[in-house]
């Protein structure tokens, strides 16, 4: 039986949430027994999405990895049925990818990204994902800025909490979870074909 938002009383869990009717047009997250709604990203959002996963990809291809990308999956973890969160862009383990799950389980995640397009998005991600992606154990957190301008704060997860390793509005090699250059300014630039007249 389908579940309705304003039918639903007390803590949401993700039992609750895959209740809920199909919705193409929001984003679910729980934090805490809290049900948080989102729209879906806008463009510029989607496009950086699409130009991380992409350099996520190439550099996971360089090192000879097993490792997968992939863009606004559900994320869960097994200890707490109050915990559900959609990063951006994830990479997990190809075990993990090739069992083809509908839900990642934190401990296959290898790095979580979150796009900060707003005010909004960028107290969240600065804090409460923060918070509950350190305490659910993974290992490396990015968070990319589009406004005011566009920088990566890399986070690595140290006794339990994070530590910021690099922030950067220009180009900046990472040496983890591998190695990496990411330049922010170049993963919002579209390529333009001008025709020649």
């Given at each position: 039986m389908a579940l309705s938002l304003s039918g639903h009383h007390g803590k949401w869990t993700v039992d609750d949430v895959r209740k809920l009717p199909e919705d193409?047009?929001?984003r679910y997250e729980i934090d805490d027994g809290v049900l948080l709604v989102s729209p879906r990203p806008s463009s510029p959002?989607?496009?950086?999405?699409?130009?991380?996963?992409?350099?996520?990809?190439?550099?996971i291809g360089a090192a000879g990895l097993d490792l997968a990308v992939i863009q606004e999956v559900?994320?869960?973890?097994?200890?707490?049925?109050?915990?559900?969160?959609?990063?951006?862009?994830?990479?997990?383990?190809?075990?993990?990818?090739?069992?083809?799950?509908?839900?990642?389980?934190?401990?296959?995640?290898?790095?979580?990204?979150?796009?900060?397009?707003s005010k909004q998005s960028r107290n969240r991600d600065f804090g409460e994902k923060l918070h509950a992606y350190a305490e659910a154990g993974i290992k490396d957190y990015w968070i990319f800025e589009l406004q005011p301008?566009?920088?990566?704060?890399?986070?690595?997860?140290?006794?339990?909490?994070?530590?910021?390793?690099?922030?950067?509005?220009?180009?900046?090699?990472?040496?983890?979870?591998?190695?990496?250059?990411?330049?922010?300014?170049?993963?919002l630039k579209r390529r333009t074909n001008a025709r020649a007249k």
């Open positions: 193409e047009f929001h959002h989607q496009f950086a999405a699409w130009t991380i996963t992409t350099l996520l990809d190439d550099a559900d994320t869960i973890t097994g200890q707490r049925g109050d915990w559900l969160k959609v990063p951006d862009v994830l990479v997990v383990t190809g075990d993990a990818f090739d069992a083809e799950p509908q839900e990642y389980d934190v401990a296959d995640v290898v790095l979580a990204v979150e796009i900060s397009a301008e566009p920088k990566l704060t890399a986070f690595a997860l140290a006794g339990g909490s994070y530590k910021e390793i690099a922030v950067s509005s220009s180009l900046i090699h990472l040496t983890r979870p591998f190695p990496i250059d990411v330049d922010p300014p170049q993963l």
